[in-house]
């Protein structure tokens, strides 16, 4: 089994020489750059199996590169930066990030992230390659085609992130079931929220905006007050 391929892509070398001593001494074959275009060149070239990513970056910065990676790659990108404001995060995450770590940062909770994030993906490549569970979940409005990962609303196919397909199918399996905000991202991100779940609230509202008739006044995901989210169950459901 060869070892999976980490894309750095940060303008501070001692950085990326941090990160990438962390990430080889868990085995893992690293390859850098601190340019933004070439990272969107290596990462067609290479084809990693999951990408570092800083915002502050030589030619064009870290938001374009997963923009125009995230058209034709569903890659694990993890944002690493200095901006931590909420605007930034949220940004970050809008454009196809997966996950965003603020720096500094503990290089060890770096490694857990990463190895989180390839855990997950491994899995869905299995499910997706071995086709084991035919499955459509329709509810009133909204389909959702677990083999295909698809969605449509009315009709319509909607564009879903990996981790926003991932949310609103763990979601719709239990519907009317409240998930609280840490137990959802452990099951969606694979590791511990550690106390900060901007990232699932922000998949979640990036959800309602592409699936929600009235994103403000949602009918298939709820905030449950004090808990978390649930998916509202309608009469007619039907699993196929």
């Known amino acids: 089994m060869s070892a999976n391929k980490i894309l750095v892509v940060d303008d501070e070398s001692d950085i990326t020489e941090l990160i990438a001593l962390y990430m080889e001494k868990e085995g ?6 601190d340019n933004g275009e070439d990272a969107i060149s290596l990462a ?3 084809k990693p199996d999951l990408i570092i990513l800083d915002i502050s970056l030589k030619s064009i910065d870290g938001y374009e590169v997963c923009t125009k990676i995230r058209a034709s790659s569903d890659v694990p990108i993890l944002f690493v930066s200095c901006k931590s404001d909420d605007t930034d995060i949220i940004h970050g995450l809008n454009v ?5 770590i603020t720096k500094p940062f503990s290089p060890s909770q ?9 855990r997950r993906q491994s899995v869905f490549e299995q499910q997706r390659a071995e086709r084991e569970f035919e499955e459509i979940l329709s509810y009133d409005g909204l389909t959702i085609d677990l083999p295909a990962r698809t969605v449509h609303v009315q009709g319509t196919e909607v564009f879903l992130s990996a981790k926003e397909f991932d949310l609103l199918v763990r979601l719709a399996k239990s519907p009317n079931r409240a998930f609280a905000l ?9 590791h511990d929220s550690m106390g900060d779940t ?3 609230m922000v998949h979640i509202s990036n959800l309602r905006k592409k699936i929600e008739p ?7 995901i709820l905030t449950v007050r004090g808990v978390g989210y649930k998916f509202n169950y309608k009469e007619g459901t039907t699993h196929v």
């Open 28 to 33: 893992f074959v690293v390859h850098a750059t």
């Open 44 to 46: 067609e070239e290479l």
């Open 96 to 100: 196809g990030g997966d996950d965003y």
């Open 110 to 118: 770096l490694v857990a992230r990463v190895k989180a994030h390839l």
């Open 182 to 190: 840490d137990e959802l991202y452990m099951i969606v991100w694979g």
């Open 198 to 200: 901007r990232t699932l």
């Open 214 to 220: 009235d994103p403000a006044n949602p009918i298939y």
